[in-house]
């Protein structure tokens, strides 16, 4: 009897078992802290447009340019008002009206609403002026002559910064043509150009040649450029810079993080995943979450997702799960703290120390077998007796039969992996099979004993065998069908070669391997799966585990799975 061993293909599954014991600790330190803190008081949600923003920045140049801390609080502000249902175009012009002097911004923002210079050059004198002149200016842009509006009147009480207006209109110029030059004349001439280039402009990142260098406005108009953050974002056309950031911040907001790696890429989604994991551990455990990630983005993005989820929510139930699928992923032994129910009894619980330590004991087994199996098997006391023990050695009886939990440890766990591979396939030659364990039990007993002891000796360790093989199956049947979730993101990475049908059915068959591996590190059931006598070598494609991850595969229909993975592949 061997432990199966079987190349992987493309080495990927080595890479996996090679993760180093740091590696492990770092996953178990991780999920500690995680599952510790799903207990404590809610956390703060995290700002998605900081998040987004931030990942951009780290990641390995997915804008093309590493954006500074100034360029960062431009950014925010264009993603914060873009995401609250505005077009980019306004945001961006509301942005660069923001970098304007402060005494001009009121007449660039009028006259970005659309309406005309001479409108807006009223408006604006009309609020500047004190109350008592009002009244006479009004009645001026009423288009009522000068000579109605007191010429004198006007010379008296106009302030020096208004009398410009009544000397050009002394020359017969109207109002509002009077008013619009003297507005043109008091804003500086560059921000003059730049509110007319950002009233006529769509693609107003090109008003930043109107700008001073080195200013304000010609940094922000210059960032607008390079994000293309203007009305070159419709949505109509391909993905830029400023809407990859605003399709990032909606997909963490949304938990859309299928969204967060189509528009950041897994660079920024690594980022993005990591930032807002570390809201719920402390800063000394923040670079632990970092494993976890690394190793599973590439399998499933949901992955990631889920477990972010849970931690929300916290739902120790789905957190269990994500983190059970980073470990079957990542092949890394899964630690006691980190097992779920469906796969704590087989992994960790008593059966799972029979399966790990029973064949590895050599001379200490009758110790193992008290420690493991004699308490579970609960055997009665009162079944031995000193005169019926007397009466079959007169009867010729053997001395010498090895006690029940020794028994159980020699001949019952060696075919956990036949009971398991039986229930896993449905087979209907499961119960003939126990039965059959338990007719050798009693053949044995028969040497040593009278047959009123075999249902004392043999029949817990039947029903023992029973259950332990139930929770087996459970749990080999749970980790497939966490690890087959991965299925979909794995046809997805052949690329276009999916599209052939031969080749989707070997990678399956591939995937399925992986699956069958990854199992086997966590439940490594001893015993030839396929045969009655649970000895002999076998295969890793004729395991429990294989049947399985088959099962499970099968349950996320392949053929509905390739073809998905065809059409999202690039031409």
Known sequence: MREPMVATGDGTATAGRRLSRKLARLLVGAWSTLAALTLGPATVRADEVDTAVEAFSLATSPLGFTPGPTEKLIIKALVRCATNKRSVLVCAREEALRQLPAETRPLATCMLQGRS???????????RLPPETRGVAQCLASRRSLADCARGEIARRLPPQTQAIGT???????????????????????????????????DIGKCAVHAAAGSKQRHTLDLIEKL?????????????????????????????????LIYGGAEV?????????????????????SPIVDTVVQNRVQLVANLIKGLKQRDQRLIGQAVTEAYLLAQVEIPCSVVPGDLREA???????????????????????????KRPLAIPDTLWTETQG???????????????????????VRCYHRGAYLQLAGSSHLTPFRDALNGNCRRYYDQCFFSNRFDGLCNPQRDMFRKHVDEIARGIRYAATVYAYSYARFMKRQGKAICDGRHADQQTKAFISRCEQALYKQMPVKGHPRNDSCGGKYSFAETAHHVACAKAVERMDPRRVQTAACKAAPR
């Open 228 to 260: 293309k953050a203007d009305g070159r974002s419709d949505l109509g056309k391909p993905p830029n810079g400023i809407h990859n950031i605003i399709r990032v911040a909606e997909g963490i907001k949304h938990d859309k993080w299928d969204d967060v």
């Open 347 to 373: 992994v960790c619980g008593t059966i799972g120390k029979i399966i790990k330590h029973v064949g590895k004991v050599g001379g200490d087994a009758a110790d193992l077998a008290v420690r493991l199996i």
């Open 168 to 202: 050009c209109m002394t020359s017969g110029a109207s109002y509002e043509k009077c008013a619009a030059q003297e507005a043109l004349r008091r804003m500086p001439a560059a921000s003059r150009e730049i509110a007319a280039c950002l009233a006529k402009r769509t």
């Open 117 to 127: 210079i001479e409108a807006c050059a009223e408006n604006e004198l009309l609020r």
């Open 390 to 412: 007397a009466r079959e050695r007169i009867a010729g009886k053997k001395r010498g039969c090895m006690p029940a939990p020794n028994y159980y440890a020699g001949h019952y």
């Open 269 to 289: 989604y690594k980022v993005a995943a990591k930032i807002v994991l570390s809201i719920f551990l402390t800063p000394a455990l923040q670079p632990l979450i």
